[in-house]
């Protein structure tokens, strides 16, 4: 393997000035870099990427810290997504990705900024998390540049991108109050995350703009897990027989209302329509087929990525990025007196 | 920060000397390491990773060289899950995990060796890649430990995990053949996957072992894709009304095959039974849900990072784990004269 040793002996220079050509900086000239550029190339060397990362401060990797990396998600594919396309934005731009896990308990015992310093990654994109993880403040403190996914927090170095979830849960029940629906009952998922507290936001004011009084007994706690949407819809709905439509703020959470309702009898949409926020992929599949709020989660992890590079390379213009969602109807939904 | 620089003031000794100790080098006395270990401790020393990884020429990082992680693919959860899998084995053994994605235009410029030496991994899974792939020959002439899922090579450098292909799609057949089908078609996927011609034997075996004779105009090559496998079984199904049986060597193609049934309008099971392999998610959320093949994509994962690991530290074995399949029988098969 051919060490910048080499490339100095051919090239008649010192290792220092063979360094500094091929890291760009400007005390060496041009005559010279081109110099050692071509016998580099001569001798086929290849940059030893932890070696460069030492001397120019810079690793080009960025670290993604995700919590949805497990066994029980692959159900839903939102983590999947976003990693898809933030990987296809490193792709693009050269960069390499670095798997930081919060399911590890090793990694838990460092703190956030230990966990970057150590693997000298530019920057980070955090999804997933609680807004009570303790890594969240570090972040922010913290000199290391980061993009959150659907946690509302800036600074110089801090950006987020997120679907304008406000807009989103509006949609949705306005669709369902379009249908007739009026007694509209809702499944948040926990409170320790920004989209939950968006998402009841969207839901009240759809309500109020078409003068429905907001029933805070038709609120259930469905942490976005399926068996606990499934367990706080049979409560809603025995509790409440008067509801005709619910609004899940994850399609996952929908799938354990649509158990809910059969295992109650309930028949889906004839007696009680279900509209979702995300389309999954299951949403399409399942039987009845789930409407919901689609969002590009696919398109996040690309912007996420993109976002991150301009903040590294000091041209953001701004640090928050909000992408749109889409309303689509399918067979879960239904007039409310047809 | 605290740097090596520090902790060799408090502790009176040499930078090379704190180096040596906190890097586990033979000629520090022990009292001495145990001095400089208590001293990095009270100063609060994060240890840099990466100049670490240049001292002990080990930088405690897996790769990962995938296919399957873009925008298509949230459909078919099996990239997802063996991420998750070796994901849980690196957390635990506290190893980082950097992506290579083999969809990247410009890591394709790269050669295999090249991007591992850049990135100085201690070793790489390799995932999705055909057998025709260029890099693969690289692989196995590199002395770079790798791990390859459902690739079958060896070296003192290289191991591999696969499920036992040949014996899960025996099962698959004669689940069939048991249900009275004898006219039985098969989608496989491409050639240049190696579970393909494992499968294609395991189909082969099931009918001989059954006395029934084997048909190729029965046999179609669905690509691992569901557009292509509905061409497919619609071209099969169309020349060979005989056919009573489809066995779809991956659960994505046996969703094409459904398709296909529908616009013919061949009822499935009561006209068509379908059974798949591989056992995703929408497997049991399609309507009919799919009887298929399970395969446990998960541990795959997990135990190609264990594999990995005990190949780096020369403690492997075997450098060969087989996975066993299970038979899920769901609502797309049938008996055939019922």
New interface residues.
């Given amino acids: 393997?051919t060490t910048i040793k080499d490339i100095a002996r051919v090239a008649g220079v010192s290792v220092t000035t063979v360094s500094r050509a091929l890291n760009g900086y400007s005390d060496v000239s041009e005559k010279t870099r081109a110099k050692v550029f071509r016998i580099a190339k001569e001798l086929n060397y290849?940059?030893?990427?932890?070696?460069r990362?030492?001397v120019m401060n810079k690793?080009k990797?960025f670290g993604l810290l995700v919590s949805g990396?497990?066994?029980s998600?692959?159900?839903d594919?939102i983590?999947?997504?976003i990693?898809?396309?933030i990987?296809?934005f490193?792709?693009?731009?050269?960069y390499?990705?670095?798997?930081?896990?919060t399911?590890?308990?090793?990694?838990r015992e460092k703190t956030y900024t230990?966990l970057c310093?150590?693997?000298?990654v530019d920057g980070v994109i955090i999804q997933g998390i609680r807004t009570d993880d303790p890594y969240l403040k570090e972040v922010v403190e913290s000199d290391i540049p980061c993009v959150l996914i659907d946690i509302p927090l800036t600074s110089s170095t801090v950006g987020y991108v997120t679907t304008d979830n406000v807009l989103g849960a509006k949609k949705a029940v306005k669709h369902l109050i379009q249908l007739g629906h009026r007694n509209i009952g809702f499944i948040n998922g926990h409170e320790f995350a920004f989209v939950s507290q968006e998402r009841l936001k969207g839901y009240e004011e759809a309500l109020t703009e078409a003068n429905i009084e907001i029933n805070r007994e038709w609120i259930g706690n469905g942490e976005f897990s399926e068996e606990a949407a499934e367990i706080q819809a049979i409560r809603l709905l025995e509790a409440h027989p008067e509801i005709t439509a619910i609004f899940s703020a994850s399609d996952l959470m929908a799938l354990g209302v649509i158990k809910a309702a059969r295992s109650l009898g309930i028949k889906v949409p004839d007696n009680l329509s279900i509209i979702g926020f995300d389309d999954i992929?299951?949403a399409s599949?399942?039987?009845p087929s789930l409407t919901t709020i689609g969002q590009d989660t696919?398109q996040i992890g690309y912007e996420a990525a993109q976002l991150l590079l301009s903040i590294l390379e000091n041209r953001a213009e701004s640090h928050i990025v909000t992408m749109e969602t889409k309303l689509k109807v399918r067979e879960s939904t239904k007039h409310l007196n047809e």
């Fill in positions: 393997m290849s940059p030893n990427t932890l070696a990362g030492l690793s990797t990396l497990n066994e998600s692959p159900k594919n983590t999947f997504d990693l898809s396309g990987n296809k490193v792709g693009e731009c050269g390499d990705l670095v798997l930081f896990s399911n590890s308990t090793k990694q230990q310093r150590e693997r000298r992929v299951l599949y399942v039987t696919f």
